[in-house]
Every structure is written in C-alpha cells, then in structure tokens.
C-alpha cells in the first residue's frame, strides 16, 4: 500500500509565490478592465453624438434627392449620378487602445468639386449640386459611424474577456491556491508536532 506523499517546505514557498503572482495579476486586469470601461463610455458618447449626425445627414440628403428628382426629373438625377469618375477611397489602419488594436479608418475622395464630380454645369442646376454635396457628408458620416462602432465592439469584447479572467482569479484561482496552501501548512505543522512528540518518547525510553 502506497504511502501518501507529504507535502514539503518548498512546495509551501513555491505556493506562496503563486499566490503573490496571481494577486498581482489580478490587480492589473482590474486596472486594464476599469481603463477599457472608462475609454469604452468616452467612445460610446462620442458615437451617440456622431450616430445623431448621421440621422440628421440622411435626413437632409433625402430631402435634398427628392427636390432635385422633383425639379430635373429621376431620370436626369440618376444618369447625373453615374457620370462621377472616380470612386471615394478607403484607407483602414488601427492604433492601440489599451492592447487592443482598433480599426482607425480614413477617407479621401468623399467631397469631390464639380470637375471631379464628372457632370457639367450645363444640364444641371444647384439642387443637383446640393444633393451631392448632402451625399457626401453623409458618406463621411457613415465612415466615421463604423470606425466608432467597430471600436466599441472590440473594447466590449476585450472588457468581457478581462472581466471573466478577473473572476477566474479573484473568485476560483486564488481561493484555491490559499486553500491549499493552508492545508499545507496545517499537514507541515501537523508533522513538526509527531516529530518532536517522537523524539520527546525517544528520549524517554533512552533515560
């Protein structure tokens, strides 16, 4: 029959260093956790903002669209549409919030001039031009929008990660460290007494 193994002093330091380490890195995702709640609301009143320019832009485009297409027909509208040369261009990068890279999106190309917008002055008129320029701040509006709620889904998705390695540590990790570092240290105390309760009947038999 195996005996059982008995724990050693060691093992208690070795203990006592893990839970020191684990404290220690419990503390600092707190910190990232509450850093990342703090940069996540200072973006979300940031979108809110941006997220009710972007109802207003859509607004007044279509509200631009329909007087144009009222005045010089959908037909002239549409045909007017096509004839843009070129297309806006999308550039993305990202930048680091906390350890978390987050898209940063930029845009050239969105607010064109009347050449680079490809239709002539000559068959058109200014709720045309109007309708365009409504377009455009719409378009950068929605660029904007993404790059923000792109952000905020990442940082949401960081915090709940960092949140559940925090409760691991604080509520199962650590606790069961200490647990057993005191049921070591009960057992290493446990076997200090038989020793020297071993040695007192040794050294009673000896006289």
């Excluded at 910190?31 to 809110?48: H, S």
């Amino acid at each position: 029959m195996a005996q059982d193994v008995k724990p050693t002093r060691s093992e208690l330091i070795e203990l006592k260093k893990k839970i020191k380490l684990s404290e220690s890195g419990h503390k600092l995702l707190k910190m990232k956790r509450d850093g990342l709640i703090l940069e996540f609301f200072k973006i979300l009143n940031e979108a809110r903002n941006v997220r009710t320019e972007l109802d207003a832009a859509y607004l007044t485009a279509a509200e631009k669209i329909n007087l144009a297409s009222a005045v010089n027909g959908m037909v002239t509208v549409k045909s007017t549409a096509f004839t843009a040369k070129e297309s806006p261009e999308i550039q993305l990068s990202g930048h680091n919030i906390m350890g978390v890279v987050v898209p940063q999106i930029s845009s050239t190309g969105v607010h064109k001039s009347l050449v680079e917008r490809g239709y002539g002055i000559v068959g058109t008129n200014s709720y045309i031009d109007e309708s365009a320029d409504a377009y455009e701040v719409l378009v950068e509006k929605i660029i904007t929008a993404a790059e923000l709620e792109t952000t905020m889904k990442r940082l949401l998705d960081e915090i709940e990660k960092t949140k559940r390695r925090v409760n691991a540590l604080e509520f199962k990790v650590i606790p069961d460290l200490i647990a057993t570092m005191k049921y070591i240290r009960f057992t290493l105390e446990e076997m200090e007494r038989e020793g020297t309760s071993r040695l007192k009947r040794v050294k009673e038999r000896m006289k």
